[in-house]
């Protein structure tokens, strides 16, 4: 149950955002355009840093969720689970190590990061769109995680994140009954 009372037993985060739909559709447009929008990196990939990152901050709710999405897209579902399960042994594909690193110490420790940590992401083959765009989700995340936590939602269970998934990877992102977003 949430900690705040105006959101009763819900136990999604759209209900914040219905609820407080002014403040917050902005951050479903902007979760739209980082996560579905042009980008080197598929939608399956991105969702699987989201997954990721959200791992990384502790965050079930969006680890769960965003699993399910990645998976829904196509991503292997033995290394998402692994990736947020036990990162250090998963078995990523050498081009996106040094991207799942960057995420990581820009989710970890972001003041600690260097231009070599940049150039290891380029001299993989990736452009430097891409690793802005690495920091976009790294960033989307940090909020996301703690707009979760900070409200009191708990993970879902997993057939709750199984559809979850399966409608953002078909619907996109955006507020409710906001087609613009995809």
Same mark, same amino acid.
């Given at each position: 149950?949430?900690?705040?009372?105006?959101?009763?037993?819900?136990?999604?985060?759209?209900? @914040?955002?219905?609820?407080?739909?002014?403040?917050?559709?902005?951050?479903?447009?902007?979760?739209?355009?980082?996560?579905?929008?042009?980008?080197? @990196?598929?939608?399956?990939?991105?969702?699987?840093?989201?997954?990721?990152?959200?791992?990384?901050? /502790?965050?079930?709710?969006?680890?769960?969720?965003?699993?399910?999405?990645?998976?829904? =897209?196509?991503?292997?579902?033995?290394?998402?689970?692994?990736?947020?399960?036990?990162?250090?042994? !998963?078995?990523?594909?050498?081009?996106?190590?040094? =991207?799942?690193?960057?995420?990581?110490?820009?989710?970890?420790?972001?003041?600690? @990061?260097?231009?070599?940590? !940049?150039?290891?992401?380029?001299? !993989?083959?990736?452009?430097?769109?891409?690793?802005?765009?690495?920091?976009?989700? /790294?960033?989307?995340?940090?909020?996301?995680?703690? =707009?979760?936590?900070?409200?009191?939602?708990?993970?879902?269970?997993?057939?709750?994140?199984?559809?979850?998934?399966?409608?953002? /990877?078909?619907?996109?992102?955006?507020?409710?009954?906001?087609?613009?977003?995809?």
């Amino acid at each position: 149950m949430p900690f705040v009372s105006f959101l009763g037993d819900e136990k999604e985060l759209e209900a @914040l955002m219905m609820h407080q739909s002014e403040r917050y559709q902005p951050f479903g447009a902007l979760a739209g355009h980082i996560l579905t929008g042009p980008s080197e @990196l598929s939608k399956a990939e991105r969702e699987t840093i989201a997954a990721y990152v959200s791992a990384l901050n /502790a965050c079930g709710y969006c680890t769960g969720t965003h699993s399910a999405v990645a998976k829904a =897209l196509g991503m292997d579902p033995a290394l998402v689970d692994a990736l947020v399960t036990d990162p250090d042994n !998963a078995p990523v594909d050498d081009k996106l190590r040094p =991207l799942l690193a960057y995420a990581r110490k820009v989710t970890e420790m972001p003041s600690k @990061l260097t231009q070599s940590d !940049a150039d290891a992401v380029i001299t !993989a083959g990736w452009s430097e769109q891409t690793l802005s765009d690495v920091v976009a989700i /790294a960033a989307l995340f940090a909020m996301a995680n703690r =707009l979760v936590e900070g409200h009191g939602f708990e993970a879902l269970p997993q057939a709750m994140n199984d559809l979850a998934g399966a409608r953002m /990877a078909k619907n996109g992102y955006g507020s409710p009954g906001d087609e613009s977003v995809q």
